[in-house]
């Protein structure tokens, strides 16, 4: 049981940057949209909600690395789920040390990033199966993408829906906020939006892949 | 490696290594969040006095103390007892500022829970606060920082009636632009369903509070360690 050396990983700037972009959780995976629609009706709570949800990852996938040769796989779930509970837990501790305003603002999305998919996801894709520095590297990148992503819907929906960037008025006195942003739907429209935007972006680059390929056929 | 031993050893090997490995990992996830908890437990306590403290002196204008009592049925009680707390709060001098309640009612979405600033003195509300809330962001939230609707909790009228066991005249919200008396609050335009919570909170929390507190008023008249100051 001396690990699966044949399916390690290498470690490389990719591992890192796959999380970013290619395999970015929110907009690529599709994962854990429960608090991407949820807590995203402001900037502020989407750092905080990207960096809690961050750190559980990456503490938790460290972890399970860590141990993955020790673990029987019977109860693999049982001991992720454990494992991400412990961590989940002192967050939320924390978060409530930090700022009792912040932790309102979360509300019960802080306790609820263990059932968050993206976490259990890569515990059970990654963690279990790569060492512990390019498992470290990996969850970083995946907890950077999950934060962009919060981030990029939280900004436009507190910048639309009130006129505000992080509390500071952004917008022309004259504008009226589309308080629909930050009501749920609002979270969909732009997720939506997003989403259409990565799809843009993912088919043109394939269609000069093609193009590429098709060149020197042609000539 | 023998045929003899290998699946009644191989099984109880794996039976042993599971309950082995979530005893551990159970044990010392354990220890972790105890270790968290007793960490941040002083802090998280700061924070939420800082926090009362702070909501009580923004609706008792004047105040730079406090001390907690308890409102029971029969009269004030002293910190610790069951039944609703209630924050006396003092002025430097240690002159009774007023008294800060907290209250609640059903809001548009959810229960509206504020906290508000009744004065003995003037037998009026000085100031509310608004602590948790999900009125609909951009109509119903305006009731925690409108400013023309704070307006009314300046001085809302909440005197005694004639036999001492309620209020004069009941704290209603009227329809805005219609207030004409200094008991009724003036909804806002778009939210009336949330000032109505607000006005019905504070209402039916004086109807019983204000006439326990003007009879028990000389106990909390200056500030003493009775009450449990910090």
């Known amino acids: ?219 | 490696m023998s045929d003899i031993a290998s699946t009644p050893v191989a099984q109880n090997t794996l039976g042993f290594r599971m309950v082995r490995t979530l005893g551990a990992i159970a044990m010392l996830s354990g220890l972790l969040v105890v270790l968290v908890f007793q960490f941040t437990k002083p802090i998280i306590a700061e924070n939420q006095r800082v926090a009362i403290e702070q909501a009580v002196f923004q609706v008792v204008p004047g105040a730079t103390s406090r001390s907690d009592w308890v409102l029971t049925d029969s009269g004030l009680a002293t910190s610790g007892s069951d039944g609703e707390v209630i924050y006396a709060a003092y002025s430097g001098d240690g002159e009774l500022k007023g008294v800060a309640l907290a209250a609640g009612a059903q809001g548009y979405q959810d229960i509206v829970k504020l906290l508000y600033g009744y004065d003995p003195s003037c037998q009026c509300v000085r100031g509310i606060k608004i602590l948790k809330m999900t009125e609909t962001p951009g109509l119903g939230d305006k009731i925690a920082f409108d400013p023309a609707f704070l307006a009314n909790f300046d001085t809302l009228d909440a005197r005694l009636n004639g036999a001492g066991d309620g209020l004069a005249n009941t704290i209603v919200a009227v329809k805005h632009g219609r207030k004409t008396h200094d008991w009724q609050v003036d909804a806002i335009a778009g939210a009336t369903i949330s000032s109505v919570a607000v006005a019905n909170a504070i209402n039916r929390s004086l109807q019983r509070a204000a006439p326990l507190l003007q009879r028990e008023l000389d106990r909390i008249r200056t500030q003493t360690n009775e009450g449990g100051a910090d």
């Open chain 1, 1 to 219: 049981m001396a690990g699966l050396p044949n399916q390690t990983e290498k470690l490389s700037l990719d591992t890192f940057l796959r999380g970013l972009w290619e395999e970015n959780p929110v907009f690529v995976m599709l994962l854990g949209m429960c608090p991407v629609l949820a807590v995203t009706n402001s900037t502020m709570n989407a750092i905080a909600m990207g960096l809690a949800t961050t750190f559980v990852l990456v503490a938790s996938s460290v972890l399970i690395s860590l141990i993955r040769n020790l673990i029987p796989k019977q109860v693999r779930i049982a001991s992720y789920i454990v494992i991400i509970a412990t961590f989940v837990t002192v967050v939320d501790y924390a978060i409530q040390a930090i700022s009792l305003d912040l932790y309102n603002a979360l509300g019960a999305f802080i306790q609820l990033i263990v059932a968050n998919c993206v976490i259990l996801g890569r515990a059970e894709a990654y963690a279990s199966k790569q060492r512990l520095h390019t498992t470290l590297v990996n969850s970083l990148g995946m907890g950077a993408g999950f934060t962009l992503a919060l981030l990029s819907l939280g900004t436009v929906r507190e910048v639309l829906g009130n006129g505000t960037l992080l509390g500071y008025a952004v917008m022309p006195a004259d504008f009226q906020p589309w308080v629909v942003m930050i009501l749920p739907p609002g979270g969909f429209f732009v997720l939506g939006a997003w989403l259409l935007l990565f799809a843009w972006l993912k088919q043109r680059r394939d269609q000069r892949l093609l193009q590429q390929e098709g060149a020197p056929h042609a000539g």
